[in-house]
């Protein structure tokens, strides 16, 4: 297996030159030499702590950047280097490089000049959380704005001091020349180095045009890799507080109905007095136990005896789509254009397609399992954690522990990937309640079983799709009727706190997804109803990396497909004359170009061999950006093991900033597309979930990994958009398609496991 | 009260304050404050918390650090250490091999299962140096990557081999690295299909 349409690296690595290493002497920005503490320079977790407390009393309290100034998003020091303040996180994605990219072309930086910082909310502008893929879309705008005010004030000064109008000065790795009278130059570090700007933007300082880029669109090496590879990366889990013990919290192996959640029926604190230094703490029905050695806290969680009272309110894995479909649903019809009942039985129709599918709970399945670290004193508090959203995370556990957001001071540290929410801020929360009654700072860190058992799933989902075309193969109609509940608007700490339950508001990525469900075609009569499943008697869910999505695909592409074998129609042909677009048409063309796609029906000729092999192609995305894949699967139906051996995968998400980070996303998204469509499910009986570790929730392997092309559209002149999530959908039906066009059979539900397949090819 | 137990980590005779049923991983993370091995599942069942136990890789957090008493523990942050003395190099590199490809593959994205990955890669390239795709399918097949960075590890595995033949490694034969990679990956603890 390997990754077949990657460009090579074209420069060797100096990991010095992209890992900048601070100097000792590093000057800091004013205000946080009035008192915050020093948040760059980690080279281990114990000396990060060190360097907060070697300050004195810890300056928690400080109010957020005012993001109008200069100041809050860039410094420039005196050897003519920057430190740009991001405000979205580091997610293995590669974000806070190519941010640093965006704000280095528009100041004409190198990138070995400039380097960034982790968020704090003490220092880091409040650009909001990092998902939906927003750190490109919508984080580079403003960036790019200070940096574009920066250049400008810097233009001014070098205009005063080299005596030359501002039309004529040029800058090259920061240093400003005046065009043809060589020597005449002067830095930025000579300018302004670690003075601050005290200018605000305005918003109409001009921006570099896009045809100068140099560094927007290239492909310099991200910048947290190096020390990823040599073991000295401090992920969350690695930060420690001086006089912190550790903590574990205490919970039913698996969560129940969300609306339920647990109650402590007997606890006998007694059954840990063997453990040293173990103590239980409890608030209402939180329940943790800490200690000063971490493996007498994981041993005191397992051996304190508890007795949980949970109602036998869940439906099962086995019957949550009939419970789902029977409910008394919210229904809210999101798009509703033309007549489409009429047009489905108008005279024009030659052919219909119609299906019911099934996509299951998935677990986030963070591979290291969350945790945070806290520090809750009487007027403040300090906490690490691996939130998506630090500044959100600060307020609610400010909440929780009865102090006000701005008396807590939040640190982002990156964890293991978290495709969305997972049990981020569960942990955030857990650590503080638990250092609030230690009275002490507390390390808390999630079992394996935690981080299973309680994850705010990616919701199950039923689909019912009917789509009609006439004659020709012209798309006349389509409907979408999807099932499912919403996300859980509150956690379980805070839960068992005695919160009640809730769920959020409908809206955008927990709704059926016009992206996903047509939008990519043009048809003349579409209509989409989304019915709201109440979700309190189902499991907790969240927005897991592109939320529904694939269940969409999974329904929708799959119908799709089926029109095309009624029509006789080549599965990519069909597509390509419905297309609704140039975009869509574009990732379209590039995924069946690089498969080599040679036109035929799908499931045509269907082969009697044992091992059958197919291939199929899909188009779907998440909230923007474009997504187009085709897959090439092996099923062997005798074993009833499906083996997905190629995936092609394209994004067009506007501008690339980095192409190459762009292409890590789309194998990563491959690779965990087929995943969740061949293995992942969440098990749970009527009282609570069984799904509780690898073996119980198995992922891709090694061995089962496919072959992936990455592709990536490049388009100049567009709004760049998000790209790490956007493929997933395309892949999903794609992989469904390819099933059936290696066996003629239809799948209706996911993941593909050995049984069901057995079980779909017997009925058959 | 003290373990009185030695344990050689990265080059580094270290005595353990831990209790002797306390499992490696939280020897090595709480007591000595290493980054490379990390807490995954407790289960031996992700690779996350592997480490060479005298160079064969295990799973540090099920295994009793009183079973490491007297051993040579590496951890990734060792790796260039322990390659030294493999090869018999007068000096440590910078970085193993497999540290340099996986920076020139870009093969990571979280990187968090990297620690797993690059020290079962550099067992396996230490006891068969020229390991075909399917040999490094099956030595990997006990790592787990949720971020579905397979085919990136794939690569940068085979780079770190091309990388050490290019600085005319001993080769072994093929013979003697097939059989003693079948050893290798019995001995991993990791899960290993087939």
Redesign the interface.
Known sequence: ???KAREV?ET??D?QKHWPRVPSGMPRRDFLKAGGALIVGFS???LIADSLFAQGPLPYRMPGPDQKQIDTWLAIHSDNTATVYIGYVE???GSTTSLLQVSAEELDFDMSQVRTVRLDTNVSPDQGGTYSSSAIARGSPAIRQAAAAARQALLKMASERLGAPVEKLTVAKAVVSVVGVPGKSVSYGELIGDKRFHIEITGKEPLKPVAEYKLVGARP??N???A????????L??V?LPGMVHGRIVRPRGQGAYGVGAKVKSLDESSIAHIPGARVLRKGDFVGVIAP???DA?RAARALKIEWDMPPMLPGSDHVYEAMRAEKTNDRVIVNRGDVDAAFSGASVAHTATGTYHGPYQCH?????NGAVADVRADSALLFCSSQDVYTTRATVARIVGLKPDQVRGQYY????T?GHSCYDDAAQAAAILSQLAGKPVRL?F??WDEHGWDPYGPAHVGEVRIAADANGKLVAYQYDGWHHNWAAVEASQQLLGTPAAEWPLGPARQVNPNDCGGMYAIPNWKLVNHQVPGLKYLRGAWMRSPLDLSFSFASEQTMDELARMLGMDAYAFRLMNIANDRWRGVLDAVARAAEWNPRPPASPLSDAKVVRGRGIGLGTHLTSYGGAVAEVEVNKETGQVRVTHLYGAIDAGLAVNP?FIE??I??????A??RMLKEEVTFNKTNVTSL???SYP???????P??TPIVVQRLNQRSTGAGEEVMAAAAGAIACAFFDATGVRMREYPLTPKRVLSALRQS | MPSKIKIRVNGQMREVESEADTPLLYVLTDEMHLQGPRFGCGLSQCGSCSVLLDGVEIRSCVTPVSAANGKSVTTLEGLPHWYAEQEKLAKAPELHPIQQAVIDEQAVQCGYCYNGMMIKAAELLSKNSRPSDAQIRAAMNGHLCRCGSYPRMMGAIRRASEMMHGAHVAEQSAEASGSELAENVAAGGGEVAR
């Open positions: 297996m390997s990754e690296a060797a690595v990991t281990s977790a114990s997610l293995g994605q090496l991200r947290d890799i190096p990823k590879a040599r073991g000295t990366y401090t992920y889990q690695h420690r050695r971490e493996w994981v399945a963070c591979f290291g399992p990156e964890g293991s990937g495709y860190q079992m394996r190459a890590n996303q194998s990563g998204q491959l690779v965990q087929t995943s570790d690898w073996n992922i891709l392997r090694f061995e089962e990994c072959e992936v």
